[in-house]
């Protein structure tokens, strides 16, 4: 039955009143333990640079807090936090931000998680937001973490975002960009921070601001005075050595070859003044080295003349090449190289330019035994300059080739080498270059860290080439990883950085910004910065150059056209797919696709739409792995969604369900292959013999819930309060994790079952099996423990629940699983506590799986220092039955890098990776037990469901996987994981099982067993 408006509206009033009832009481409670709080750090000081939202601005001078009213505060406040009230958890994390040991990290995840755990049971707000802020600013000190300062940049935002004036976020936002070297971001923040007040903070931001306005390396005339000249060379290495042998040499060659012998002696003794404070620190030698060469010929005149010659080409060719790629001067490097016999240092870089020149002309074949020979010829003691350039073009050479860990070293050597030579913006392009290696290895906290170091070496060089080119790369990556509050931020960043460059580099970042503002639904300000890359393009002399942008401007174009002119949209963006396939630009033309088919949907062309996501999977497919790695295809997954979504809409507007369900299953599809699971077949719906199910869309404010049973389809809309209901799902969770059997849980339980399966349970009458298939905005609802208040009984009492990837699903083989017997158990791996300082050893572990082992006949149990990586990724291979008691680690930003934490293997590896599981072969693995936390914990997006470990099994092959949605507490898991092994040996099914063993706990007389909190917290999921 449907649910009418004012009924839904006025459960959700009691719902709020009983929650307002439940914690009203606590109110001054609260009150009073702030004001407590804030009167501790007024006196005794935070401790921490971040400001906190209950002391926007402490006072200068701070003293020392006696630790036992510290103490008893955290008491009191631990006692309200631990039933379940928000504020209490939110001003706990902060006493721990507070007053742990500057150290410590540990006290500092805990704060974190806090935080996020107030979020999820009351919402975001600017002070939470901004307290987040602060404590990733705290971990990124402590824990060294650059990821950290990424995402203390993305809550400062959101803070500042929600509440303009709040002092504590405005100081955290400029804090943050400020640390993370985002040098005129931040000095805008400090501006703000200024504007608002407050005695420390105007202090403070004053001397920021000072800090951040220097200016750019200024170079002397080249008839400066020597000292003038060497201290030049002191301060801007990099720069001096690149005016000596592009500019100075070449202009004394062309001086010598026209007889104008004075102006010859000024360069020859400008280039010898940078060349010996080059050389002095000791540096690189390669301007005065070639200083040599030309004195040491000077009382030849052939010769001379040879050498003026051989410079004056090389100055020649190095503008042409830095000028205009797309006419690279091969036969002028070339020719240079064999006049050059009287300086091998000039003889070697006219080598290395003409390697370069083979790049640029798409003959990367030819270039690499160019490089592969000065990389063992080059003194790199002597000249770190030209080896750390061959390492640079190396690296390069491996990247393009999708080969990152042979590129990888090369990069590592260059950045020494530029170090060595004192070349700080080369050496930040190596830091940039090693993060985009490392970040395809899918080593993201190592790729930050190296993004972080690199923008740290280009601080003082704003507004160069190499600085855009890092930050262009970085907007990327966390675009990708769902911060788009700091990816704007980096934008805006780089559309101050690409400032001083040409411009098609002024372009390139005003169009990204575009294209962002526009996804964010900002489209007056994307369309502002179209319109200012409209005469720079004009400008660009590079035809190729030109027409990748001008691709790129059409693609941002059609994304402020599609919401009001699809069919222009999508129009437009026909050349632009065509023109991008032909020049394989993989990440443009997958843009391109996924607008085109938003604008197709808009216009009603749902084939077409739906033909452009398919392409776009397709190019995904093709990739190698290095490139299409898991983030790419969740950010395509989102992508895809988006579409689907729409599609889904449009056929429900027209009245057909089945093809509505359809488009959701087809946005369930993976982009990509694994070895081998549960595929969704387009076409073929149905729920299996005996089953019934049903599939869910959460779709801004409109819920669809598509019943199924054998192949007939029924479809209930109902209009929602989108945010409201993501919200309750989450609260739901917490508060069960919390182990909050209250009147509040019960009522939340209860709404959750009456919005989402009262209106289908007439169609499930009679099926004792359903089958579950819902959104990642919904997938953290507990469903086993939704209530049914007129029958008084829990959803788990009336079916056998399993959570399935998509009804259209077809199973994976299930190759040599029938003959394949052996049970796996795993317990406490022995994991190196300096890498997981957060976590602890699990004992009590051991006992409880030996005990479970030990009803199967020739299980192995691994534990301890048995359990490495190594011995783990066999055993999933091989085993029909794999059980995991020890520590899984969740990722809610990239639920791809969630992990098993395990013993260090040979190689050092102490982890294994959903990633990692998604690319093996499970096919043989009936059954997957992770008895562990968040194992099954919800990610976004429309497979968020089955994102994590449980998804990785599933996708490579296992045929189920048993895992939990909270922390679980050990005492009632194991209560749980023996009633589950007890039924799975009798009867081979493990959805049945678990209910068997959920009723037997919620009929036992203990009260604590009983509750759902004991028995809810895990679920099956898979066939």
Known sequence: MRVPPLRQ???????????????????????????????????????????????????????????????????????????????ALHLRALADLMWSSPREVRPVDRAIEWLHTAERLEGGSAALYSDLAAAHMVRAERAQSAYDLVLAIQFAEQAVALDPRSRAGAYNRALALDRFHLRYQ?????QTVLALGGPAAVAEARLRLRSLQSGGPRRPAADAPAAALAAFAGREPQWARGWATDTLLPAWGTAVASGDSALATGRLRAAAALGGALQSRPGDGTVAQAVHDIRRVEANPAALRRLAGAWAEYGAAAAALDQRREQVPVALFQRVREQARGSPVLRDWAEYHYGVSLFYAGDAAAAAPVFVRLSSAVDAGRFPALAGRTRWSLGTLALRGGDYAAARPHLAQAIRLFEQAAEAENRGAMQAMLGEVLFALGQDAEAYTSMHAGLATLRPHGRSLRRHNLLFGLVHYTTVEGLNHAALAIQSEDIAAAAAQGPGVRAEALLSRARALAAAGRYSGAAADVQASVPLLDSIAGP????????????????????????????????????????????????????????????????GGAADLDSAAQVIGRLSGGVAHAALRASMLDARRRVFDRLALLHVRDGRPRDALLALERSRAPVSGSAGGARPRPGRIGSGRGEAAVEYALIGDTLLAFAVADTAVWLERRTVDGDGLRRMAEAARTRLELRMADGATSAMLARLYDVLVRPVQGYLAGHERLAV?????????????????????YLVESHVLRLAPALAAEPGRRRGAEGRTRAVFVADPAFRPAEFPALQRLPEALPETRALSAAYPGSVLLSGDSASARRVRAALASSSLFHFAGHAVFDDARPERSYLVLTPDASGAGRLS???IDDMDLRGLRL??????????????????????S???????????????????????????TGFHDAYRATGDAAAALRQAQLRLLGSPDATLRSPAAWSGFRYAGE
Not at 186 to 190: D, G, L, P, R, S
Not at 928 to 949: D, E, I, K, N, W
Request: proline residues 4%; charged residues 20%.
């Open 544 to 607: 190729r150059q030109r027409a990748w942008l001008g691709a790129d401007q059409r693609t941002a174009r059609a994304a402020l056209q599609v919401p009001t002119r699809p069919h222009a949209a999508a129009a437009a963006l026909d050349s632009v797919v065509a023109a991008l396939r032909e020049d394989v630009a993989v990440e443009r033309l997958l843009i391109a696709l996924t607008q085109r088919a938003e604008a197709r949907v808009a216009v009603g062309d749902a084939r």
């Open 951 to 977: 998804g990785a099994m599933l996708r490579a092959g296992a045929g189920g996987v048993v895992g939990s949605l909270w922390r679980v507490d050990d005492g009632l898991t194991r209560e749980l994981m």
């Open 9 to 87: 509206n006025v459960l959700l009033i009691v719902v709020a009143l009983g929650i307002g009832v439940a914690w009203g009481w606590r109110g001054s409670a609260r009150s009073d333990l702030a004001g407590d709080l804030a009167a501790l750090a007024s006196r005794g000081g935070t401790g921490i640079t971040p400001r906190l939202s209950i002391l926007p601005d402490p006072p200068v001078r701070s003293g020392t807090v006696p630790a036992r009213q510290v103490a008893a505060l955290v008491r009191r406040l631990g006692t309200l936090a631990d039933s379940g009230d928000a504020r």
């Open 773 to 793: 298939v819902v959104d990642g905005e919904l997938a953290a609802v507990p469903f086993a423990a939704l209530r049914d208040t007129a029958r008084d009984r």
């Open 928 to 949: 997957v037990v992770l008895a562990a936390c968040q194992t099954q914990r919800s990610g976004s997006g429309r497979s968020g469901g089955f994102a994590g470990l």
């Open 914 to 916: 959903a990633e990692q």
């Open 186 to 190: 931040a000095a805008e923040a400090w």
